[in-house]
C-alpha cells in the first residue's frame, strides 16, 4: 500500500476507535509492516500536530487522537467527567509498585507498603489505571493487577521505554 | 533524646517515617544507626497522632527495630546477633525499595500534572461503586460490647411515631358527628396501644369537658358509651351546671 493511502487507512481507525492503536494492530489490519505503519503515522503527526485542535500522539506502543491542552477547556465543558481523576500520593505511589512488579498482588502491594492498599487500588481499578489480571496460583488464589491502556494514555508514555528502569530509579 | 520534632509532616506508614527519619539524620540508607532511629521512631509514634488504620503496622514496625537494636547489643558470635544483622539488612532492602517507589510515584504525579488535558475520546468511564464501610462483623460486635459495658450508653426504648392529643380530639370529633353513639373499646381498638388509649381517654374527657359529648358507664372497668350531645342537651346541661 502506498504511504498516502496507508496514512488514511490509519487516520480512520485511530478516529474511529478513540483510544490507543498498538503498532501491531495496525500492521494487522492493513496489512502493512510496522515499519510502514511508523512512517505513515509519523508524517501524519506532521500534517495533524501544526494547524488542528487534535493530536495524533505516540502512546503505549500506538497511536492515538488526543485532544490540545489548549481546547480542554471546552471539552470538559461538553463532558465534564472526563477532567475528573484526580491522583492522591498513594495512589501513585500504589501504581508505581504495580508498574515496577506486575503481575502483582495486593498482598505483595501491602508488604512493600507497609500497609494496607485496599483504598488506592479500588480508586486505581475505578480510574481503569489498573486492571487484573488473572490471579496467582497460590493458597486463596488472589487477583494479579497490572497497568492497564489507560495508563500510559494518562501519564503520557509512549512504550516500556519510555519508563525509567528498576536500576535507573536509584540513580536519579 | 534528641530533641523535639517541629511540624512534622503526615506519615501514611512505618517506612515513609522511617525514611524519613534516615534522610533527617542524613544516614546512609545501608548503614542505619538503628538505636538513634529507633528511640526517635518511638518518641514520634509516642508523640503524634498515628492514622487509626494502620496504627497496628507502626507498632510492629516498633517492636522489630526494638528487637534488632537490643539483639545487636549481644556479643557478635550469638546466633541473636547474627540474625538480627540480617534482620537490619532485610529493613534496608526494604526501605531502599521503599525509596524508589516513592520516588517513581513523584514522577507520576509530575507526569500526570503535565497530561490532564490531553483527553481523547474513549476516555474509560469513572464508574462509582459504593463504598463498602470499613468494618468487619467483629468490629460491630466489638463496638456492641463496649455499648452494652459502658453504664452510659444504656439503651432506651425505640418509640413508633408520638400521638397527639389535638389529632386524636380531631378525630374523635369527627366521628361523633358521623354516629350518634360510640363505644370506648372500638374506638381504642382502632389503634391498639397503651399510648393512644391514654391519650384517647383524655380526648374523650376533654371534650365531655366541652360538652360536646356526654359520656356514660354502667359500672367500673364496664364499657364507656361515647354519645353525642344535641344543641339542646348541651344547653340544658350548662343551665345545671349553671345552678
Same mark, same amino acid.
Given at each position: 500500500?502506498?504511504t498516502?493511502?496507508?496514512?488514511?487507512h490509519?487516520?480512520a481507525i485511530?478516529?474511529?476507535?478513540?483510544k490507543t492503536?498498538?503498532?501491531?494492530?495496525?500492521?494487522?489490519?492493513?496489512g502493512?509492516?510496522?515499519?510502514?505503519?511508523a512512517?505513515?503515522?509519523?508524517?501524519?503527526?506532521?500534517?495533524?500536530?501544526s494547524?488542528?485542535?487534535?493530536?495524533?500522539e505516540?502512546?503505549?506502543?500506538?497511536?492515538?487522537?488526543?485532544t490540545?491542552?489548549?481546547?480542554?477547556?471546552?471539552?470538559?465543558k461538553?463532558?465534564?467527567?472526563?477532567?475528573?481523576l484526580?491522583?492522591?500520593? /498513594?495512589?501513585?505511589?500504589?501504581?508505581?509498585i504495580?508498574?515496577?512488579?506486575?503481575?502483582?498482588?495486593?498482598?505483595?502491594?501491602?508488604a512493600?507498603?507497609?500497609?494496607?492498599?485496599?483504598?488506592?487500588?479500588?480508586?486505581?481499578l475505578?480510574? /481503569?489505571?489498573?486492571?487484573?489480571?488473572?490471579?496467582?496460583?497460590v493458597?486463596?488464589?488472589?487477583?494479579?493487577?497490572?497497568? /492497564?491502556?489507560?495508563f500510559?494514555?494518562?501519564f503520557?508514555i509512549?512504550?516500556?521505554?519510555?519508563?525509567?528502569?528498576w536500576?535507573?530509579?536509584e540513580?536519579? | 533524646?534528641n530533641?523535639?520534632?517541629?511540624?512534622?509532616p503526615?506519615f501514611?506508614?512505618?517506612l515513609?517515617l522511617?525514611l524519613?527519619?534516615?534522610?533527617?539524620?542524613?544516614?546512609d540508607?545501608?548503614d542505619?544507626?538503628?538505636?538513634?532511629?529507633?528511640s526517635?521512631?518511638?518518641?514520634?509514634?509516642?508523640?503524634?497522632?498515628?492514622?487509626?488504620d494502620?496504627?497496628?503496622?507502626?507498632?510492629?514496625?516498633?517492636?522489630?527495630?526494638l528487637?534488632?537494636?537490643?539483639?545487636?547489643?549481644?556479643?557478635k558470635?550469638?546466633?541473636e546477633?547474627q540474625?538480627?544483622?540480617?534482620e537490619?539488612?532485610?529493613?534496608?532492602?526494604?526501605l531502599a525499595?521503599?525509596?524508589?517507589?516513592?520516588?517513581?510515584?513523584?514522577?507520576?504525579?509530575?507526569?500526570?500534572?503535565?497530561?490532564?488535558?490531553?483527553?481523547?475520546?474513549?476516555?474509560?468511564?469513572?464508574?462509582?461503586?459504593?463504598k463498602?464501610?470499613n468494618?468487619s462483623?467483629?468490629?460491630?460486635a466489638?463496638?456492641?460490647a463496649?455499648?452494652?459495658?459502658?453504664?452510659?450508653?444504656?439503651f432506651?426504648?425505640?418509640?413508633g411515631?408520638?400521638?397527639y392529643?389535638?389529632?386524636?380530639?380531631?378525630?374523635?370529633?369527627?366521628r361523633?358527628?358521623?354516629?350518634?353513639?360510640?363505644r370506648?373499646s372500638?374506638?381504642?381498638?382502632?389503634?391498639?396501644?397503651?399510648?393512644?388509649?391514654?391519650v384517647?381517654l383524655?380526648?374523650?374527657?376533654?371534650?365531655?369537658?366541652?360538652?360536646?359529648?356526654s359520656i356514660?358507664?354502667k359500672?367500673?372497668?364496664s364499657?364507656?358509651?361515647?354519645?353525642?350531645?344535641?344543641?339542646?342537651?348541651?344547653k340544658?346541661?350548662e343551665?345545671n351546671?349553671?345552678?
Amino acid at each position: 500500500m502506498e504511504t498516502e493511502e496507508l496514512k488514511k487507512h490509519i487516520e480512520a481507525i485511530l478516529f474511529i476507535s478513540g483510544k490507543t492503536v498498538k503498532k501491531r494492530k495496525l500492521a494487522e489490519l492493513t496489512g502493512a509492516s510496522e515499519k510502514q505503519i511508523a512512517e505513515a503515522a509519523e508524517c501524519l503527526q506532521n500534517e495533524w500536530n501544526s494547524n488542528h485542535g487534535i493530536i495524533l500522539e505516540e502512546i503505549g506502543g500506538g497511536w492515538q487522537f488526543s485532544t490540545k491542552p489548549e481546547y480542554a477547556d471546552y471539552v470538559l465543558k461538553l463532558y465534564p467527567w472526563k477532567g475528573n481523576l484526580k491522583l492522591s500520593k /498513594s495512589a501513585a505511589e500504589v501504581l508505581s509498585i504495580i508498574l515496577y512488579k506486575q503481575p502483582v498482588t495486593k498482598a505483595e502491594i501491602n508488604a512493600i507498603r507497609g500497609i494496607d492498599s485496599q483504598g488506592p487500588i479500588a480508586t486505581l481499578l475505578k480510574n /481503569s489505571l489498573i486492571k487484573t489480571s488473572g490471579r496467582k496460583n497460590v493458597p486463596g488464589k488472589p487477583r494479579l493487577f497490572r497497568v /492497564s491502556e489507560n495508563f500510559y494514555h494518562i501519564f503520557g508514555i509512549k512504550d516500556e521505554t519510555d519508563i525509567p528502569s528498576w536500576d535507573e530509579m536509584e540513580e536519579e | 533524646m534528641n530533641g523535639y520534632f517541629v511540624k512534622l509532616p503526615v506519615f501514611e506508614g512505618p517506612l515513609d517515617l522511617l525514611l524519613w527519619l534516615v534522610k533527617n539524620n542524613n544516614m546512609d540508607i545501608y548503614d542505619i544507626e538503628i538505636s538513634r532511629i529507633t528511640s526517635q521512631f518511638l518518641e514520634y509514634i509516642l508523640a503524634s497522632p498515628i492514622p487509626p488504620d494502620a496504627a497496628g503496622e507502626f507498632l510492629s514496625m516498633a517492636t522489630l527495630l526494638l528487637k534488632i537494636k537490643s539483639s545487636l547489643m549481644l556479643p557478635k558470635e550469638t546466633e541473636e546477633y547474627q540474625e538480627a544483622v540480617e534482620e537490619k539488612t532485610l529493613l534496608e532492602d526494604r526501605l531502599a525499595e521503599w525509596e524508589k517507589i516513592k520516588k517513581s510515584g513523584e514522577l507520576l504525579l509530575e507526569k500526570f500534572r503535565g497530561r490532564k488535558f490531553f483527553l481523547r475520546r474513549d476516555e474509560p468511564f469513572k464508574i462509582e461503586v459504593a463504598k463498602k464501610p470499613n468494618f468487619s462483623v467483629f468490629d460491630l460486635a466489638e463496638i456492641f460490647a463496649g455499648m452494652i459495658k459502658d453504664k452510659k450508653n444504656l439503651f432506651e426504648t425505640v418509640t413508633g411515631p408520638e400521638i397527639y392529643l389535638e389529632d386524636v380530639l380531631k378525630e374523635l370529633s369527627d366521628r361523633i358527628k358521623n354516629h350518634p353513639h360510640v363505644r370506648f373499646s372500638e374506638l381504642a381498638a382502632a389503634n391498639p396501644r397503651r399510648l393512644y388509649i391514654a391519650v384517647l381517654l383524655l380526648a374523650v374527657l376533654n371534650l365531655a369537658l366541652k360538652r360536646e359529648i356526654s359520656i356514660n358507664q354502667k359500672k367500673p372497668f364496664s364499657e364507656i358509651i361515647i354519645s353525642r350531645n344535641t344543641a339542646a342537651r348541651a344547653k340544658r346541661q350548662e343551665a345545671n351546671h349553671g345552678n
